[in-house]
């Protein structure tokens, strides 16, 4: 082992050790010149809050390694609820530092956490450049198959970005609402009177639909997106919402979601778009991306990028982002690795 590895300290990362919180954000920052140039830069509000509020249903494990007085690397893993995977949330080597063997102690110091969290696989996204697109760095890829990763088996991803100043979607106006439904507009916390309709619609998307769901009283039902909302504005995010109500019922019929950072004002990312398959066939996901849009102008007026990814099976969406102008930037392609590595 090298000797640099070999003396590396690891300390939680916890926010209420601000010295070692700092030297993270140093790191981070330090780093940021490793992800694609379309990324949005760091915001030092949203890794601080990143810290503090996990997203629902997850925990955190983050630590940060020291050599000496300084911090050289950090790994970070999201650990779902009831899920025998890890997940890779960050595993960085201060640029300075690497090639001494840090980058694979890190590894080893994400197996031990994954397997101190009962944990059976590693699992991490990696950015594989496009034919025909921008270049990437193709050293995680090895890196990764050095530790004994894989590709894994099931639909990779596309991550797309729309630059406002080469494309214009809302030129041509925003398309007549259907007959029989309306818009419905809000921001970053959801209205009592679709709280249930968003946590639905939006845990459908997942691997099990609310027809799997314990079906309790609303104030479990709508949990998931007050938890979510509690993260975001904890990590300073703004969010704007552009729902469509069936008149007939008053039923939500599906809605986006778009949100930032504080630290970044021309940057933006497009979240979940889901539309009811009952209410499907209408247009309605158009409508409400172009409309969510119109309203994110209204108040962030300094947005030129727009940044969103969507797995590869989902063509539809692709293919609506696309009509927009959004360009593919980038494949990511999701790896793993046993906890336990083979001897």
């Given at each position: 082992m090298n000797d640099a590895a070999a003396n590396l300290r690891f300390v939680p990362l916890d926010a209420g050790d601000p010295?070692?919180?700092?030297?993270?954000?140093?790191?981070?920052?330090?780093?940021a010149d490793d992800v694609p140039l379309s990324a949005?830069?760091?915001?030092?509000?949203?890794?601080?809050g990143s810290v503090r509020f996990a997203p629902p249903d997850t925990v955190l494990a983050g630590e940060v390694a020291f050599l000496g007085g300084q911090a050289v690397g950090a790994v970070r893993l999201v650990l779902p609820d009831r899920a025998p995977v890890a997940v890779v949330d960050q595993?960085?080597?201060?640029?300075?530092?690497?090639?001494?063997?840090?980058?694979?102690?890190?590894?080893?110091?994400?197996?031990?956490?994954?397997?101190?969290?009962?944990?059976?696989?590693?699992?991490?996204?990696?950015?594989?450049?496009?034919?025909?697109?921008?270049?990437?760095?193709?050293?995680?890829?090895?890196?990764?198959?050095?530790?004994?990763?894989?590709?894994?088996?099931?639909?990779?991803?596309?991550?797309?970005?729309?630059?406002?100043?080469?494309?214009?979607?809302?030129?041509?106006?925003?398309?007549?609402?259907?007959?029989?439904?309306r818009l419905q507009r809000w921001g970053t916390i959801t209205p009592d009177g679709f709280a249930v309709a968003v946590s639905e619609l939006g845990q459908s998307l997942g691997a099990s639909g609310p027809e799997s769901w314990d079906q309790g009283p609303e104030a479990v039902r709508t949990s998931h997106v007050r938890r979510y909302e509690r993260m975001r504005v904890g990590r300073g995010r703004r969010a704007y919402h552009v729902g469509v109500v069936h008149e007939e019922t008053g039923e939500l019929a599906g809605f986006t979601s778009a949100s930032k950072t504080t630290g970044n004002p021309e940057h933006l990312l497009q979240g979940m778009t889901v539309v009811a398959a009952r209410h499907r066939g209408h247009g309605l996901g158009?409508?409400?991306?172009?409309?969510?849009?119109?309203?994110?102008?209204?108040?962030?007026?300094?947005?030129?990028?727009?940044?969103?990814?969507?797995?590869?099976?989902?063509?539809?969406?692709?293919?609506?982002?696309?009509?927009?102008?959004?360009?593919?930037?980038?494949?990511?392609?999701?790896?793993?690795?046993?906890?336990?590595?083979?001897?």
């Amino acid at each position: 082992m090298n000797d640099a590895a070999a003396n590396l300290r690891f300390v939680p990362l916890d926010a209420g050790d601000p010295a070692t919180l700092e030297a993270w954000l140093r790191l981070t920052t330090d780093g940021a010149d490793d992800v694609p140039l379309s990324a949005a830069p760091p915001c030092a509000a949203d890794l601080v809050g990143s810290v503090r509020f996990a997203p629902p249903d997850t925990v955190l494990a983050g630590e940060v390694a020291f050599l000496g007085g300084q911090a050289v690397g950090a790994v970070r893993l999201v650990l779902p609820d009831r899920a025998p995977v890890a997940v890779v949330d960050q595993l960085l080597t201060a640029p300075k530092e690497r090639r001494q063997g840090i980058g694979t102690a890190l590894v080893r110091r994400a197996r031990a956490l994954a397997g101190e969290h009962g944990r059976t696989l590693l699992v991490a996204d990696l950015v594989q450049a496009l034919p025909g697109g921008p270049a990437r760095d193709g050293g995680p890829a090895a890196f990764a198959a050095a530790v004994g990763a894989a590709p894994a088996e099931g639909p990779e991803g596309v991550h797309q970005w729309l630059d406002l100043a080469r494309h214009d979607p809302l030129a041509g106006g925003i398309p007549e609402v259907p007959a029989g439904y309306r818009l419905q507009r809000w921001g970053t916390i959801t209205p009592d009177g679709f709280a249930v309709a968003v946590s639905e619609l939006g845990q459908s998307l997942g691997a099990s639909g609310p027809e799997s769901w314990d079906q309790g009283p609303e104030a479990v039902r709508t949990s998931h997106v007050r938890r979510y909302e509690r993260m975001r504005v904890g990590r300073g995010r703004r969010a704007y919402h552009v729902g469509v109500v069936h008149e007939e019922t008053g039923e939500l019929a599906g809605f986006t979601s778009a949100s930032k950072t504080t630290g970044n004002p021309e940057h933006l990312l497009q979240g979940m778009t889901v539309v009811a398959a009952r209410h499907r066939g209408h247009g309605l996901g158009l409508l409400m991306k172009l409309a969510n849009l119109a309203h994110v102008r209204e108040y962030e007026p300094l947005v030129k990028l727009i940044e969103t990814a969507n797995a590869d099976d989902n063509r539809p969406m692709i293919a609506l982002n696309e009509a927009m102008g959004f360009v593919p930037q980038e494949r990511f392609v999701s790896w793993e690795a046993p906890v336990a590595p083979a001897v």
